[in-house]
């Protein structure tokens, strides 16, 4: 079983940064697809940015391009996603998952392992 914990959620102004953790327990997540999605109140949860298990290459959304950055610490077996500019519709509850694919892939369905959500609230 994939157990994922996720870190680093808060209250942040308008324009602040976050840095989200994601650290796994019980398998490496090098190995791993892993995917940052959030989900608003009311919203579909939607896929923010993943990071291949392979040559390390991203996706992000449109929403999040130029803002976020997902990146791996292999030593310390976490994943993390810097957010920065951030704008009151990125308030959500942010997931990070993991999944068997070798392509950054943000489909929720290609994922195994979720963490429990970590809440993001940006607001003045």
């Known amino acids: 079983q994939l157990q994922l914990v996720e870190s680093g959620g808060g209250l942040v102004q308008p324009g602040g940064s976050l840095r989200l953790s994601c650290a796994a327990s019980g398998f490496t997540l090098d190995y791993y697809v892993i995917g940052w999605f959030r989900q608003a109140p009311g919203k579909e949860r939607e896929g923010v940015s993943c990071i291949s298990s392979s040559d390390g290459s991203t996706y992000y959304a449109d929403s999040v391009k130029g803002r976020f950055t997902i990146s791996r610490d292999n030593a310390k077996n976490t994943v993390h996603l810097q957010m920065n500019s951030l704008k009151p519709e990125d308030t959500a509850v942010y997931y990070c998952?993991?999944?068997?694919?070798?392509?950054?892939?943000?489909?929720?369905?290609?994922?195994?392992?979720w963490g429990s959500g970590t809440q993001v609230t940006v607001s003045s």
């Open positions: 998952a993991a999944g068997p694919s070798v392509q950054a892939v943000c489909v929720r369905g290609k994922y195994d392992g």
